[in-house]
Structures are given as C-alpha cells and as structure tokens.
C-alpha cells in the first residue's frame, strides 16, 4: 500500500509531551483566576487531561463558574504553559522529525492540543513548511467532543489536504480509532512512553520512529 498523504497527531509524535505536573498546576491556575483556592484535588485531575462536556459543567457549577468562560480561560493558561515548556527546553521535536522532509506526500497534523499550542510549537520550531494543514481544538467545551476517536478535525485535514490514500500516525489508541472511523489506515509510533504499551485496537502498521515511514510510504 502506498501512501499520498500523512498525517500526524502532534504531541507524543512529532514533539515531545508536555509533563503531567505542569499541565496541572496550570489547571488549578486556572481556578485560582475564578477565585477558587479551595479546589478539590479530583476536579483539577478530572479537567487536566480527558475532561468531557459533561464534568466541565457539573465540576463549574460546583463552584458556581460560567463553563464557557472557564473552559476558554482553561485552554489559555495551559497553552500558554505549554509554550513555556518549549522555551525552556522541556518540549522539543523529535530527533527524527527531520526525515519528513524526504517523504514524497503531502503532510498534516490533527492534534486533541490546543490549535493556539500547535500553532505556536510549529512556528516556534520553524516547523510550518512541512505541513500543509494542522488542526487543533478550539478552545470551547464543544471541541472536545470532536476530539480524537471522533474523526471530526481528521477529515477536515484530509480534505484540506485532497488525499485519495491517507495514513494517520498516532501514539495513543485513539488515534488509531479515529483513523478507521475516518475509513484510513493507522500507524502506531512506539515512542519511548508506548514502547512496552499493550494495545487494544488494531493499527495498519506499527513503527518505532517517523523514519519507517519511507518503507510504509513507497510499499
């Protein structure tokens, strides 16, 4: 199978992750700004990584918040330290990132991040001029029910992209959802954090670095 285009989730693949401890200390900065410094310690988790719709409402009312001004504060403060992990040196691309610019396909990104995060790590990276269109997720409690498995930012990136025969790259099992509810094939990257993961879903291919993909690319 041969492939005319590639797309990529962003962090875990591309670029490094961003430390759990500093995703929720800006989280509970983030209650802090709505003048909560009682916050329990669940909620802050709940809301760090994986919030649904749902809890963001119940867990704002609980403190008598606006949801949408919460969430849409929310996504700033932890972009905005995620920028900071990436000046500093804690969030940098992968080694092999390089080789992308030697695939003969058009490249993506779709990202469950914020879009403000993507955007700033590719043009700080000086990263803009692989990609021909990169998705993240608004910064409203709508966006994350079109996160990843949902296909949603997907097929909007395949279509900006005219792809015929698409391959999206992933390290989490729902990127590899999202790909076959999108009708593509699926690669899982065992990066370092993946690479004794047990999965349960079934990827097209499964790679050690973005290098395997001349061999997938040009099967």
């Known amino acids: 199978m041969s492939y005319d285009t590639v797309v990529f989730d962003n962090d875990g693949v591309l670029v490094g992750r961003t430390q759990f401890d500093v995703l ?5 900065e983030t209650f802090e700004q709505f003048g909560v410094t009682d916050v329990d310690p669940d909620h802050v988790e709940q ?10 409402t119940r867990i704002c009312r609980a403190y008598d918040l606006d ?3 919460f969430w849409r504060k929310r ?11 990436a000046r500093e040196g804690r969030k940098a691309p992968y080694d092999d ?9 058009t490249l993506g990104i779709v990202s469950s991040n914020q879009q403000e995060t993507v ?3 590719l043009d700080h990276f000086d990263l803009s001029s692989l990609f021909d269109t990169a998705y993240g997720r608004s910064p409203t409690i709508e966006s994350l029910s079109l996160r990843k498995p949902n296909p949603h930012y997907l097929e909007r990136a395949l279509v900006d992209l005219d792809a015929e025969s698409a391959l999206f790259v992933g390290d989490n ?12 094939d699926s690669a899982f990257i065992r990066r370092p954090h993946r690479r004794d993961w047990e999965l349960n879903v079934w990827p097209t291919w499964e790679i050690s670095g973005l290098d395997d993909l001349h061999a ?3 099967a």
């Open 173 to 184: 099992e729902s990127d590899i959802t999202a790909a076959e509810n999108a009708g593509i």
């Open 75 to 85: 996504d700033s403060i932890l972009s905005r330290a995620q920028q900071q992990e």
């Open 97 to 105: 990132l390089t080789t992308l610019s030697e695939l003969d396909t």
């Open 24 to 28: 929720q200390a800006a989280m509970a």
């Open 216 to 218: 997938i690319c040009s």
């Open 119 to 121: 955007d700033f790590l």
């Open 47 to 56: 809301l760090t990584i994986g919030a649904t719709p749902t809890a963001v």
């Open 67 to 69: 949801p949408e001004s």
